[in-house]
């Protein structure tokens, strides 16, 4: 009986996974596409092989440090969508340590610059936190705006102040020592971030359940006003949550810049943040089903350039893919309590 | 005629310019805005509203010539997006936060997918009326070009007020963006007000899009938008849900967003990535101000799910 209230939770999404593909499915082939080419495409480039899954692995690992950074203020009922400005300022911070620390040991330097993405995203996305506490300020508004402000502070100083004169069309910082390079893993050579971002799951999910810290933050996020009445510290704790999701935010910049780019630069800006948002709703702010929605997401966006050349389609194609996906999955959260076999009543009767 | 040398006056000038250029589609996006979330939803998918909304008017002032007719395509485009938000968010247990992502994703998606084509021709441009006629100086005239979609919001806005504050439909939107139990117990369908809030916002979203593509930058390409649609949430809430304030508000904001170029345009290059973020910057520094801890937000539908 257990196990069956526990299916609930992966029977709803997965049968909304496949009402999303089959939903996919009818839109190709009113394009006259083949729906069976897409998805034995998306499975080749995105899951059948090592290669594919190296390219998966190493595009889902921004977006579980991402959806974090939304998961552990939602835990406080707070919707946070500003993740990209931490993302964006984490991997200025690193790339700009980066370049002070270039004598230092690699496993010291490249501590000290994921430290500095950390401690920058931290701050960013913790002052959203602390403006949401100390003056009224909604958190979802104030976070959207600091991206964009974040995004504009990046282009500032990697047009100016850091900016690599060698960088002649793409302005970037100067590039990483070799030492200060995040590698691959052995065996997978997806890089380290993805195990960072499985480690970061598990620490979150301990502190949520397992902590009193989480649990309170539960308290304050079902009723604030009872959490204050019980003396729970709701202040400190929705500064610490949101700070701490921004510092995830901020170590994906790192690897980002670190273990993909080699620099910083306008690539950083891809939109993880505003996929992180999905990842986390998807997951239902749940830290443990973050990191296999981030991998399916990834998986999705690895398949893009390999549906683009064989089936002659634009490379938005992943986009509405995604889009009618995630649609269906939100809605399928309707759904929850609905089916009688679900619920306790339906097996204590038996 | 050519330019004559105006020195430092060019700059409020080009401000001016810049904010009527500018704030056309933010006009309309947060009056959009304004009128779902009075409603008591939240539609944080007029991102993708707009973009589709960009495209779809693009395509169908090429095919028929008449940008006109673009804009209405747009519209209507933007009010079946709104209807489908509208009509998702009705099942309970749905996040309306999640699904506005969801479908900014979507409506980018499509208008990336189906304006593929479009990126290369030309289409007929929405005209504009000249006020500047009464002076000789030609940045004087270039600063008072005025879009007639910049006029339609201005009247819009107005209306959109008047509605609120005098009429049945406006009463009606606004008992259900207040409570949805006292507006079921006086007999209202608070489904169907939403619904069609959230399908009339959409198709004021898409008219913001279309003035994108049709006058200014004035072509469809899939860097059109930069974020008009996420920011008109923000618009409506720094105009505490007051049409008439977000008319305002956003000619602020498309004021401050000129600020870079027009000072770049007297020399002043100093920081010019900087002043990307003067709009943004300006709206959280009134956000902070105007903000308190110890009262909800004044002016915000109390069935709203982000004053909660």
Same mark, same amino acid.
């Given at each position: ?100 620390? +270039? ?141 701490? +999701? ?6 994906? +910049? ?82 929850? +309590? ?13 | ?308």
């Amino acid at each position: 009986m257990r196990l069956m209230l526990g299916a609930e939770a992966v029977v709803i999404p997965l049968g909304a996974l496949l009402a999303g593909f089959a939903a996919f499915s009818l839109f190709l082939l009113v394009l006259g596409k083949s729906p069976v080419e897409f998805f034995a495409l998306v499975w080749k480039a995105g899951f059948s092989s090592a290669f594919s899954w190296q390219n998966t692995l190493s595009r889902s690992a921004p977006l579980v440090l991402a959806a974090l950074c939304v998961a552990l203020p939602a835990r406080l009922g707070l919707v946070v969508i500003g993740g990209e400005g931490a993302i964006v300022l984490g991997g200025l911070a690193a790339g700009v340590t980066g370049l002070a620390v +270039g004598g230092l040991p690699g496993v010291l330097g490249m501590g000290l610059m994921a430290a500095a993405g950390m401690v920058l995203g931290g701050l960013w996305i913790g002052a959203v936190g602390a403006l949401r506490i100390k003056r009224g300020v909604n958190e979802t508004i104030s976070s959207l705006l600091m991206a964009y402000i974040a995004i504009a502070l990046f282009n500032h100083f990697v047009e100016g102040l850091f900016r690599d004169p060698g960088s002649l069309n793409k302005p970037s910082t100067a590039p990483l020592a070799e030492s200060l390079r995040v590698g691959d893993m052995p065996f997978i050579s997806a890089h380290w971030g993805v195990v960072a971002g499985a480690l970061a799951c598990i620490l979150c999910w301990i502190l949520l359940e397992k902590t009193t810290l989480g649990f309170a933050a539960r308290i304050a996020g079902d009723n604030i006003r009872a959490a204050q009445v019980q003396g729970l510290p709701v202040g400190p704790l929705v500064i610490g949550f949101t700070a701490l +999701g921004g510092a995830f935010a901020g170590l994906a +910049g790192f690897f980002e810049v670190s273990a993909v780019h080699g620099s910083a630069n306008g690539s950083l800006i891809a939109g993880y943040g505003y996929t992180g948002i999905l990842v986390a709703f998807l997951a239902r702010h749940n830290p443990l089903a973050i990191f296999p929605v981030a991998i399916l997401l990834g998986g999705f966006e690895a398949s893009s350039g390999l549906i683009q050349r064989r089936m002659d389609l634009p490379d938005a194609t992943i986009l509405v893919f995604q889009g009618m996906v995630f649609i269906i999955i939100l809605l399928s959260e309707a759904l929850y +309590g609905r089916f009688a076999i679900f619920t306790p009543a339906y097996w204590e009767r038996r | 005629m050519d330019p004559v040398d105006i020195g430092l006056w060019g700059v409020p000038l080009a401000i001016l310019g810049g904010a009527i250029r500018v704030s056309t589609p933010f006009i309309f996006v947060s009056l959009g805005e304004c009128l779902t979330e009075r409603s008591g939803r939240i539609n944080l998918g007029l991102e993708g509203t707009l973009v589709f909304g960009a495209m779809s008017g693009y395509a169908m002032a090429y095919e028929t010539g008449s940008p006109f007719i673009g804009v209405l395509a747009a519209a209507v485009a933007g009010m079946l997006f709104g209807l489908f938000h509208g009509w998702i968010c009705k099942f309970e247990g749905v996040n309306d936060i999640a699904v506005g992502i969801a479908m900014m994703l979507f409506g980018m998606g499509l208008a990336f997918f189906l304006g593929k084509p479009y990126i290369q021709p030309v289409a007929p441009d929405l005209p504009a009326i000249g006020f500047g006629w009464w002076s000789d100086i030609p940045q004087v005239r270039a600063a008072l070009q005025v879009n007639v979609l910049f006029i339609a919001g201005g009247i819009l806005a107005l209306v959109m007020a008047w509605m609120f504050r005098s009429t049945r439909v406006g009463l009606v939107v606004r008992v259900v963006g207040d409570s949805t139990d006292a507006a079921r117990a006086i007999g209202l369908n608070p489904d169907v007000v939403r619904l069609l809030a959230t399908g009339a916002g959409g198709a004021l979203a898409g008219v913001g899009g279309a003035y994108l593509s049709l006058y200014y930058p004035g072509s469809w390409s899939e860097g059109i938008s930069s974020g008009q649609g996420l920011m008109a949430v923000a618009l409506v809430i720094f105009a505490r849900w007051n049409p008439i304030n977000c008319f305002w508000a956003a000619l602020l904001f498309g004021g401050a967003g000129a600020l870079g170029p027009a000072l770049q345009s007297v020399g002043v290059s100093e920081g010019y990535y900087l002043f990307f973020a003067a709009p943004y910057v300006l709206t959280l520094g009134l956000l902070i101000l105007t903000s308190s801890p110890d009262r909800a937000m004044q002016g915000a539908p109390l069935a709203l799910s982000l004053t909660k």
